[in-house]
């Protein structure tokens, strides 16, 4: 790759990711991941009772829709460590939203944290829910047959 074609994909990203869309995201995954975290731990361990996998798949998810039916309480407390970690770039900002928008999201919001709630926090958060609840599907049926033996 070039000197030139580099410096324009540096700046490219560097301009990302003081992005409010970023830093917002960024702070998104890790709560999101955090509550999630300790499923993945026990769902890669070496030796894993299945049931007790499953249970905590179910307190998993409980605590992802806790969270989701909570999001305007635990919302704003990512919107503040988001404003914490944004002093440098000045303040949060809004994406644009033309009336008519094909490629990304275009939430009506009257605040910042309100667009960011919606357009960031609740759809993976949504996103989160459903491909754990389509993993443990097939966990369903094993559930099924090991509780009859």
Known sequence: MNRKRQLGLDTFFLKKIKSSEFLVSVVVLAEVYGLTLPLARKLQAEYMDVLEAMKF???????????????????????????????????????????????????????VEEYYRTAVYLLFTDFI?????????????????????
């Not at 039916?69 to 000045?90: P, Q, R, V, W, Y």
């Not at 754990?132 to 097939?138: P, T, V």
């Open 57 to 111: 798949v179910e307190a998993t998810l409980a605590s992802l829709r806790e969270q989701r039916h909570k999001s305007t309480d635990t919302f704003m407390k990512i919107f503040k460590e988001s404003k914490k970690l944004a002093t440098e770039m000045g303040q949060i900002n809004k994406a644009r939203t033309p009336n008519l928008q094909k490629n990304r999201s275009n939430f009506n919001s009257q605040t």
């Open 129 to 149: 829910i459903n491909a754990i609840i389509r993993a443990s599907r097939s966990w369903t049926d094993s559930k099924a047959a090991v509780t009859r033996v």
